[in-house]
């Protein structure tokens, strides 16, 4: 049996209280669900942090403090902090997180773009908090800013304690700037690379350009790196398993999917990653625990930070 590394990302900042009663706001319900989707099989947890009262997106540290101390004494996953934020919030406050707790991952997005989530807003007429809706509108005028300049520090400010990244690729130009950075050897291998397909404003999820992308990683990198994909919305279930089918490790969660299949919202967080470990129990590939992912990721461990 072949190892698939599971990724679960567990709320983002893509969508809104409204959206779905499952998805989790408060340090409570973030931490009750990582443990779950951990327990369930998922390697690694990709973090974001809410404003508990309102589940506005938030970069603030003290609030993660009350969520990563707990995930941490219950399970071994790898904590993966993420500094994307949202795609309004500044870069400044996007890193505090993560220069903070010093995690063994952060996601790392490689180019500045449109993110569009602005036609999630089109279904719903009844909002629960007044944020949520000029959000999600204003998304039209967003620049989710990633610049070399920014890539850079983050590489140098966060690798210096050791932490690697979650290679946050959105299309084939994302692939260059990673190969770039390792160029200049501020990326060393083996590194992780995150394909992601179907955000607005990126790639979109056609099987051709998993194709395309997966070819020019392995022009570009060799066998230097690992490779895992994430599709939005709808195409979250068929595009992994299309992704384990060729090899590739895997990332759900709520962050990038509310629907456990067309028409049914998930439940949580680990109902996915069931799922996902159900369908790679059918292709002969079983989860990564933890162990294997540090090894696969060349990870410091979880005992070196700061939580
Ligand atoms: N929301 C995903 C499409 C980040 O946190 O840095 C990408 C993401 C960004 O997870
Ligand atoms: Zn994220």
């Not at 709808?234 to 992994?240: A, E, I, K, T």
Request: glycine letters at 10%; proline letters at 6%; charged letters at 20%.
């Amino acid at each position: 049996m072949s190892k698939v590394i599971i990724s679960c990302a567990v709320t983002g900042a893509i969508h809104t209280p409204t959206m779905s009663k499952a998805l989790p706001i408060t340090p409570e319900e973030i931490a009750e669900q990582s443990i779950a989707a951990a327990e369930a099989g998922a390697a690694i947890l990709h973090l974001h942090a809410r404003i508990p009262e309102t589940g506005e997106p938030s970069g603030d540290p003290d609030i993660f403090a009350r969520f990563l101390p707990v995930i941490r004494q219950r399970v071994d996953s790898i904590i993966n902090i993420t500094t994307g934020g949202a795609p309004s919030m500044p870069v400044a406050e996007r890193l505090r997180a993560a220069i903070r707790f010093s995690p063994e991952m952060c996601s790392l997005n490689m180019g500045t773009m449109n993110f569009g989530i602005f036609p999630a807003a089109r279904r719903i007429t009844e909002w629960k908090h007044g944020w949520e809706e000029p959000y999600l509108l204003n998304s039209d005028d967003f620049i989710f800013r990633n610049t070399f300049r920014d890539i850079a520090y983050i590489l140098e400010a966060l690798g210096e304690g050791g932490t690697k990244f979650e290679h946050e690729c959105y299309d084939i130009g994302h692939l260059y700037t990673l190969a770039h950075f390792l160029d200049r050897g501020l990326v060393k291998p083996p590194f992780f690379v995150q394909m992601i397909f179907g955000v607005l404003g990126g790639i979109g999820p056609d099987l051709d350009n998993l194709l395309f992308m997966k070819r020019t990683a392995d022009r570009l990198f060799g066998d230097s790196y690992q490779w895992s994909v994430l599709a939005a919305g709808r195409h979250q279930m068929p595009f992994v398993t299309q992704a384990a089918l060729l090899g590739g490790n895997v990332r759900v969660g709520l962050e990038d999917s509310l629907f456990i299949e067309r028409g049914r919202l998930a439940v949580s967080n680990a109902e996915q990653v069931t799922k996902i470990v159900r369908i790679l129990a059918e292709m002969g590939h079983e989860p990564a625990s933890a162990a294997d992912a540090r090894a696969m990721l060349g990870l410091k461990g979880g005992d070196r930070v700061a939580i």
